[in-house]
């Protein structure tokens, strides 16, 4: 059973940065993309950043040059570097992990979320 587990999110000022992490356990046959998305309060999720299973990365125009998605194969685990936080960044932060497990259907996974709480 892979699950991914989240961590990092917290409250920054505005102009500060965090990193958000999210580790995956369980047996693991492939790995097409991860993501990162948020939910701001009150708006539907959306996508922020992604990384294919090759190193091929997109963001969001709203955090391009802020964010960077990255990746620890001996880990496996994902990261978001975001730098210089606006009040918009404020949101509830969630990895997305599409992959095909040892046993069963490739799919997309989803961690728990993480709030990010930006102050001005």
């Known amino acids: 059973q892979v699950q991914l587990v989240e961590s990092g999110g917290g409250l920054v000022q505005v102009g500060g940065s965090l990193r958000l992490s999210c580790a995956a356990s369980?047996?693991?046959?492939?790995?097409?993309?991860m993501s990162w998305h948020r939910q701001p309060p009150g708006k539907q999720r959306e996508l922020v950043a992604a990384?294919?299973?090759?190193?091929?990365?997109n963001y969001a125009d709203s955090v391009k040059g802020r964010f960077t998605i990255s990746r620890d194969t001996s880990k496996n685990t994902v990261y978001l570097q975001m730098n210089s936080l606006k009040p918009e960044d404020k949101a509830v932060y969630y990895c997305?992990?599409?992959?095909?497990?040892?046993?069963?259907?490739?799919?997309?996974?989803w961690g728990q979320g993480t709030q990010v709480t930006v102050s001005s």
């Open positions: 990384m294919t299973g090759g190193g091929v990365t």
């Open positions: 997305n992990w599409d992959l095909s497990p040892a046993i069963g259907p490739r799919r997309g996974y």
């Open positions: 369980g047996s693991i046959f492939s790995i097409k993309a």
